[in-house]
C-alpha cells in the first residue's frame, strides 16, 4: 500500500496566505487584483526564513523594475490611441509586439546593471502583465501603482505568516549528537526532505547540531551536503573531529608513527592488504600495500576504483612509510579469512594495545572489516574534546546501539532523531 507523505507546515502556511490576501483586498474595496497578491505569497513561503527574506527583496526590486518599464510602455500606448492608431491592424499590432519585445530588453538590461539578475524573471512577470493585459486601461498610472501595491501585499502577507509562530523557548544549550547510517540515512544513503528542511530550520534558529560515526569524512559531505552544518562532526569512529564547511581536520586520536609502521610490516610479513589512512595538513592520504605478489580481489578494486573519484581521497599505490601517523588501518577480506587475520593480531598482542574493530560489510555480502585504532579513540573522548570548543550544559545522543545512547532510534526510521530534537529543542 502506498504511503502517501503528510501535508506539511509550508503547504499549510501558503493556504493560510492565500486566503488572508483575499480577507485583506476585500478591506481595500476589492480595488486590488487578488491573483497578483497571491503570485507574491506563494514565492516569499519558503522552508528557510533566510530564503523567505531572501525572495520577498527580489521581488520587490522585481516589481519596480517591471512596473516602471511597464508605465512607460502603457504611456507610449496610450499616446498612440489618441493619435487614432488602430492595434487591430496587423502591420500596428506588430508594432506595439515590437515595442514590448524592446521593453523586455530594457527591463532585462536593467537587472543586469543593478547586479540583480535572480529578479529578472518577476521584473519580466510584471512588465508583461501590465504591458499585455492592460495595455488598453485609460489610465495607466492607477493601474501600475495598483499593481505594485498588490505585489507588497501579497510579499508582507507572506513573509509575515512564514514568520509567525507561537511563543517557545528554543534549548541553545544543549549539544544534539546523532549517528548517521540507519539513523539519518536511508538504505540508499540518502536523507529526506523533510529532515533536510527541519534540521536546517533548527540549526538556523540556534540548534547545536552534530553527526558521530565511523564513516571518514569523505562520506559524510556528500550524502549531508544540503544540511547547514555548524558544528564539526565525529568522523572515522572517534578518530577525528572534521569541521565539514573548512574542510579541517581540528582534532585527531592518531596511532603513533614507530606503531603505526610496526603494524604496516607486520601486515604485509603476513601478506595482508592494509588501507592505512593518514592525514597530513588536512589531506587524507590512504597507504594500500598493492605488490606482484600481494594482488587486490575483485571487491578491493571496486572500493578503490569507487571511492578514489571523491576530491577528499587520495590513495597512493605503496607501503606506508616509515615516520607517518596513521589514524586507522582498515582490512577489507571475505568473511571466512577474517578470522585468521584476527588471530594473527591476538598472537602480537595488537588487539590489546590498539582498538580493534570487526564487523561485516553492509555493502559488499560475504565480505568483513577489520578496522586498527589508536586505544584512545573514541566518540566519547571526541565527545569530550568537542566540548572544550562549544561548553554546553547538556548533551543528547541519537543512535541505534541500546545502551550506548540517550535515545535508541529504531533502524530505518529516518524521521525519529528529528521528531525527537524538535519536542527537546522546541
Not at 518577476?122 to 495607466?140: A, K, Q, T, W, Y
Not at 562532526?233 to 606503531?259: H, P
Amino acid at each position: 500500500m502506498k504511503c502517501f507523505p503528510k501535508i506539511g507546515g509550508r503547504i499549510i502556511k501558503s493556504a493560510v496566505a492565500v486566503f488572508l490576501c483575499y480577507l485583506l483586498n476585500y478591506f481595500r474595496g476589492e480595488n486590488g487584483i487578488v491573483f497578483y497578491s497571491q503570485l507574491s505569497v506563494l514565492w516569499c513561503i519558503q522552508s528557510y526564513i533566510s530564503t523567505t527574506k531572501k525572495n520577498a527583496f527580489q521581488r520587490i526590486v522585481g516589481t519596480f523594475i517591471g512596473a516602471g518599464f511597464g508605465l512607460v510602455v502603457l504611456l507610449m500606448f496610450m499616446l498612440m490611441r489618441n493619435a487614432k492608431w488602430d492595434f487591430n491592424d496587423l502591420p500596428l499590432y506588430l508594432v506595439k509586439g515590437f515595442i514590448t519585445s524592446i521593453g523586455v530588453v530594457f527591463v532585462l538590461y536593467l537587472t543586469v546593471v543593478l547586479k540583480k539578475k535572480n529578479a529578472s524573471y518577476f521584473s519580466c512577470v510584471v512588465f508583461l502583465s501590465i504591458v499585455v493585459i492592460h495595455g488598453g486601461d485609460s489610465n495607466p498610472f492607477v493601474f501600475t501603482l495598483n499593481r505594485v501595491i498588490d505585489t507588497m501585499v501579497g510579499i508582507f502577507i507572506g513573509v509575515a505568516v512564514n514568520l509567525f509562530h507561537l511563543p517557545r523557548t528554543q534549548h541553545k544549550e544543549i549539544l544534539f549528537i546523532s549517528g548517521l547510517d540507519d539513523t539519518l540515512l536511508d538504505s540508499e544513503y540518502h536523507i529526506n526532505d523533510y529532515c533536510k528542511v527541519e534540521l536546517n530550520r533548527m540549526i538556523e534558529e540556534g540548534l547545536n547540531f552534530t553527526l558521530s560515526t565511523m564513516r571518514p569524512p569523505a562520506s559524510i559531505i556528500k550524502p549531508m551536503a544540503d544540511i547547514k552544518l555548524n558544528l564539526p562532526v565525529i568522523a572515522m569512529n572517534g578518530g577525528v573531529l572534521y569541521d565539514t564547511r573548512q574542510k579541517r581536520y581540528l582534532e585527531k586520536i592518531e596511532i603513533d608513527k614507530k606503531d603505526a609502521f610496526r603494524i604496516a610490516c607486520l601486515l604485509e610479513e603476513n601478506n595482508i592488504l592494509y588501507f592505512a589512512n593518514v592525514v597530513v595538513d588536512d589531506t587524507l592520504l590512504i597507504y594500500h600495500n598493492r605488490s606482484q605478489r600481494l594482488d587486490f580481489d575483485s571487491v578491493q578494486k571496486k572500493v578503490i576504483g569507487d571511492l578514489r573519484k571523491s576530491p577528499y581521497r587520495n590513495y597512493i599505490n605503496r607501503s606506508l612509510p616509515a615516520g607517518e601517523n596513521v589514524v586507522y588501518f582498515m582490512l577489507l577480506y571475505p568473511s571466512d579469512r577474517i578470522g585468521r587475520i584476527y588471530s594473527i593480531l591476538q598472537q602480537n598482542n595488537i588487539d590489546e594495545t590498539f582498538k580493534v574493530l570487526t564487523y561485516p560489510s553492509k555493502d559488499f555480502p560475504g565480505y568483513s572489516y577489520i578496522k586498527i585504532f589508536n586505544k584512545y579513540a573514541s566518540k566519547e573522548n571526541m565527545i569530550e574534546l568537542l566540548k572544550r570548543r562549544i561548553k554546553p550544559e547538556r548533551i543528547i545522543t541519537f543512535g541505534t546501539v541500546p545502551g550506548k545512547y540517550d535515545y535508541v532510534v529504531k533502524e530505518g526510521d529516518t524521521n525519529e532523531v528529528v521528531h525527537k530534537m524538535k519536542k527537546i529543542f522546541e
